[in-house]
């Protein structure tokens, strides 16, 4: 069984315009990752936010974590075609090495 | 060498055959996952293994049977399968298995076609 919900569950934008995309969880975690999946491929791993920060920045990529409300929030800035593609939270806890993906968000950039 | 090879690319099988999907790192990671994808789904954890042992089987059917011989390889045998098998079969691996401590590396997975 897996972790949590994101929504939303597809996202459609013009290009330049930021995408947010929401995820919950559901137990205590050691750190939440955000991963991004093209059609069909492997994941790619893009951040990773520990339990006891609250923000995060990478390029164009802002995460927030908010553990009172075990919710995190992935922003993509000045979005591009390029970014088109799913993209899952994943949490990992203090207790073992698992990894659990949230449902994702379809995100398609319009050029 | 920064990748997870995963191979075949595609597989099509009856429900009676046996066969095996692989996965191979050369990162020098100690910890290997095996997660199975339907269409539009997540990523659903299945095996994990640290330090070549099994540490985590998500009350996987036995049919599938993972195998890892060595710290670079680990495969996952499949034996009498049913059609809702059918699935892309991803294969990860991360540098520590200490619990926290894994981003995961992906490979380009194995696409299952159960007949």
């Known amino acids: 069984s897996q972790q949590g919900e994101e929504d939303p569950q597809a996202l459609s934008i013009q290009e330049g315009e930021n995408a947010t995309m929401n995820c919950s969880y559901k137990t205590s975690i050691n750190n939440l990752q955000w991963y991004r999946q093209n059609s069909g491929r492997g994941l790619v791993h893009l951040i990773l936010?520990?339990?006891?920060?609250r923000e995060k920045h990478s390029g164009r990529l802002r995460v927030t974590l908010d553990t009172s409300k075990k919710s995190s929030s992935l922003l993509i800035t000045a979005s591009r075609a390029a970014d088109t593609a799913s993209y899952f939270c994943?949490?990992?806890?203090?207790?073992?090495?698992?990894?659990?993906f949230g449902a994702g968000t379809r995100l398609t950039v319009k050029p | 060498d920064t990748e997870v090879t995963q191979t075949p690319k595609h597989l099509v099988m009856g429900m009676t055959n046996k066969k095996s999907l692989k996965c191979e790192q050369h990162?020098?990671?100690?910890?290997m996952y095996w997660y199975k994808q339907k269409a539009k789904k997540p990523p659903e954890l299945m095996f994990v293994?640290?330090?070549?042992?099994?540490?985590i089987n998500e009350s996987v059917p036995s049919r599938f049977s993972p195998e890892c011989p060595n710290s670079s390889l680990l495969n996952l045998h499949l034996h009498a399968l049913q059609p809702e098998d059918s699935a892309l079969y991803l294969c990860?691996?991360?540098?520590?298995?200490?619990?926290?401590?894994?981003?995961?590396?992906f490979g380009a997975g194995s696409r299952l076609t159960v007949l």
């Open positions: 936010i520990r339990s006891n920060e």
């Open positions: 990162m020098g990671h100690r910890a």
């Open positions: 990860a691996s991360s540098q520590d298995p200490r619990p926290g401590a894994n981003v995961l590396t």
């Open positions: 293994y640290s330090y070549e042992k099994l540490s």
């Open positions: 994943a949490t990992a806890t203090h207790l073992n090495n698992d990894m659990r």
